[in-house]
């Protein structure tokens, strides 16, 4: 029997991942795939209280966070290939224009 | 009223014609404009003069209230009296006089609508002051026409001569001003107003006779200290002693101008208010004493200073900071209507002699030693002989002119009982006539001493010769119509009404015989000085004038250089002045204020380059402290 607190420890696992991987990884397409990871562990997060409390709210975030991930999906990867033309990079480090 | 608007309205649309159309559209034909304006002055002036000496029509009355501050108001009001249409004509004429010569005179200078321009707005504003009905307007007036005349001095401001003297006229005349600033602030506090008809009411006058302030234990009566105040004005404005500093200065403007504001009308700006304020002057009895005293020094300095001098104008100059004294003496024994009389036959010969300088200056290209003149009567008949008019007229010989207003003078003064004034007027008047006619002789008698000018020398063309000649005219005339019989002419009758000499009652009752032996001697001691200078300069020139000045070598080291009054000013002032500033700068400003100043700025600065490591630019920096900052308040909020 699946319990409330093994969807929280899923969810919780994954958002670890995801936050080590932009953390860690000087990718900006892997940093782009773990910010999805930490955005999803969230959804499951939702998912899992909804049908705990027995109530929409959290499955209507849901749909909201997804509708906002793609948006988001959309425009960093617009980003990410302006980025890649100016500096013929994406390696995170290399881009400190702001630097001060 | 209509004509008194006129007046105004003339010089005020020319000034704006040229003003705003004169650099692009107007050019040479200013003059034109200029001279359209101001005749319309004129004519209302002679309008004005005519009604006013034939029916006795006078207004004091208002436009539009100008200024509404608590319960003081102030009318734009237009004052016409005898004072002020005698005034009028004096204005009016000579800057009529002055704009037509001055198409001529200024022929071919690049700024020639520009100046048109300037003469228009001091037409103006010698009209204003003249024309107001109160002390504002009279104020208003009065800085207009400093200004015009500081615009005017520098004229050629490339000249760093020009733009010197321009900004000492301006600065010296800001000094009397003070005064006139203080004056002015006690006729209001005192009458509530700044109309003429409130403040020289009798009544009013009677009611603040006896109030005053004790100074270390000195009474000071306050009407005193409000005409001192008013007189400090006419000292900057009418070059009195130790103002007088800024008029020979001046000369660097253009001729023209030298003529029309300083020696014909703007200086006696000074002379008019204090007339215009009798009622208050002639109950000030200290202030009363200095004008006297300052009046008589002026006079005294100013011909000592003209008998040494080589350069025309300057001659002029002093000889008219030597004409304001006199004039300023006869205000201060409450000889107004002598005052009035001898600044009107002033304007026409003083402007006369300018106007033939110029003319000189025209013909010897802009030079103005005498020692390199002479003989200049053959090739310049008309300047030569209303040169001649004008000194005739200034030294006092009758019926010119001067004789008439400077014996009312010297016999008002005498009968005053002002005695050691009344020697000082004579012995200038012999002073007078004596360096006037030095010039006279040196520039156009004897032989040329420097063949080149001299060769090149021509006379002037006609729309500057036919102004010497008008005014020749007047300079011969004006004295016998007004002035005859002495004492109790024409003017006398005309000014009388609004010029009651008060302290100087007794004047009138001088017997016969008296009068007629102070004219004689003024006339023996004119006669004297021309004899004199003639001797000196073309009997027994040059032997006798360097005999002289070897003789007398100190005192003429000492009028030559004008009693060292510019270099005692520059000890006094202008250099203590500078020194503090420099140090100033060079000490407190750069040390301190900057020093504060640059702190202000660097101190963030500093800051700045230490926590500026902070920002690295890589996004990964960022996130990782908000995930520890985040870490950190979870923690605070599940552990408190």
């Known amino acids: ?100 | 009223m209509i004509f008194a608007v006129l007046t105004l309205l003339g010089p005020l649309v020319a000034f704006l014609i040229n003003g705003l159309l004169g650099r692009k559209y107007i050019k040479n034909l200013a003059p034109i404009v200029a001279i359209a304006g101001v005749s319309v002055s004129f004519l209302c002036a002679l309008v004005i003069f005519y009604l006013v000496s034939t029916q006795g029509f006078s207004v004091d009355g208002t436009l539009y209230t100008w200024v509404i501050a608590g319960d003081l108001s102030v009318p734009f009001g237009i004052l016409i009296d005898p004072l002020s249409s005698i005034m009028l004509i004096v204005v009016t004429t000579i800057s009529l006089m002055v704009h037509i010569y001055s198409i001529g005179y200024m022929h071919g200078d690049p700024g020639f609508w520009r100046f048109f321009t300037y003469l228009s707005v001091f037409t103006l504003s010698m009209l204003v002051l003249v024309l107001g009905n109160n002390f504002l307007m009279l104020f208003v007036g009065w800085e207009l026409v400093g200004l015009s005349s500081y615009l005017l001095i520098g004229f050629w401001f490339h000249k760093k001569s020009a733009a010197d003297a321009c900004k000492k006229a301006f600065v010296m005349n800001r000094v009397g001003d003070f005064g006139f600033y203080v004056g002015l602030l006690l006729v209001v506090v005192t009458f509530k107003s700044v109309n003429y008809s409130d403040a020289f009411n009798a009544e009013a006058i009677h009611h603040i006779k006896e109030a005053g302030f004790v100074v270390f234990g000195m009474k000071l009566s306050l009407i005193d200290l409000m005409t001192f105040g008013l007189f400090c004005g006419a000292m900057g404005k009418s070059a009195q002693f130790p103002l007088h500093t800024w008029l020979p200065d001046a000369m660097e403007g253009p001729t023209p101008v030298s003529a029309l504001i300083h020696a014909a009308t703007m200086v006696t700006a000074g002379v008019y208010m204090v007339a215009r304020c009798n009622a208050l002057f002639s109950e000030a009895m200290m202030t009363s004493s200095f004008v006297i005293f300052a009046g008589a020094m002026t006079a005294f300095l100013g011909a000592t200073i003209g008998l040494t001098q080589y350069d025309l104008k300057r001659i002029l100059a002093y000889s008219t900071v030597s004409q304001l004294g006199y004039m300023i003496m006869a205000t201060g024994v409450g000889a107004y209507v002598a005052a009035i009389f001898h600044l009107f036959t002033h304007a026409m010969f003083k402007g006369l002699l300018f106007l033939c300088s110029g003319s000189v200056m025209h013909a010897m290209h802009d030079d103005l030693d005498v020692r390199n003149m002479g003989g200049l009567k053959k090739k310049m008949p008309i300047t030569h002989w209303t040169y001649l008019i004008g000194c005739i007229a200034i030294a006092g010989i009758p019926p010119l002119a001067g004789f008439w207003s400077k014996d009312e003078i010297l016999a008002m003064t005498f009968a005053g009982g002002h005695n050691i004034a009344w020697l000082v007027g004579t012995g200038v008047a012999g002073m007078t006539a004596f360096y006037m006619f030095r010039s006279y002789f040196l520039v156009f008698q004897g032989t040329p001493r420097n063949q080149y000018l001299h060769d090149h020398a021509h006379e002037s063309p006609w729309t500057m010769a036919g102004q010497l000649v008008f005014l020749a005219f007047l300079s011969i005339f004006v004295g016998m119509i007004f002035g005859y019989p002495l004492e109790n002419g024409y003017i006398h009758t005309f000014l009388g009404p609004v010029l009651t000499p008060a302290h100087a009652g007794e004047a009138h009752h001088m017997s016969h015989a008296t009068a007629t032996i102070l004219m004689l001697l003024s006339i023996g001691v004119a006669a004297a000085g021309i004899f004199v200078s003639y001797l000196f300069y073309v009997k027994m020139y040059p032997a006798l004038p360097e005999k002289t000045v070897k003789t007398f070598k100190p005192i003429h080291k000492f009028f030559y250089n004008k009693w060292y009054f510019d270099e005692l000013y520059d000890f006094i002032f202008v250099h203590p002045i500078v020194t503090i500033s420099n140090m100033l700068w060079r000490g407190f400003d750069v040390n301190v204020i900057d020093f504060i100043v640059n702190a202000f700025g660097k101190v963030p600065m500093w800051f700045g380059g230490l926590v500026r490591h902070v920002q690295t630019g890589r996004i990964q920096t960022y996130v990782f402290t908000m995930v520890i900052g985040l870490i950190v308040l979870v923690t605070i909020f599940y552990t408190v």
Not at chain 1, 5 to 14: G, N, T
Not at chain 1, 16 to 21: D, F, R, Y
Not at chain 1, 28 to 53: D, H, P, R, T
Request: net charge positive; aromatic share 8%; glycine share 4%.
């Open chain 1, 1 to 100: 029997m699946l319990t409330l607190a093994h969807y929280l420890v899923l969810s919780c696992i994954i958002f670890a991942i995801g936050m080590a991987g932009v953390l860690v990884r000087r990718n900006l397409i892997v940093m782009f795939m773990s910010l999805e990871l930490m955005l999803n562990a969230v959804n499951i997060n939702l998912a899992a209280f909804s049908n705990y409390l027995q109530s929409m709210t959290g499955q209507i975030y849901i749909v909201f966070v997804m509708a906002v991930a793609a948006a988001e999906a959309a425009v960093g990867l617009a980003l990410i290939i302006t980025m890649f033309r100016n500096k013929q990079t994406i390696n995170a480090d290399e881009i400190n224009t702001m630097r001060g």
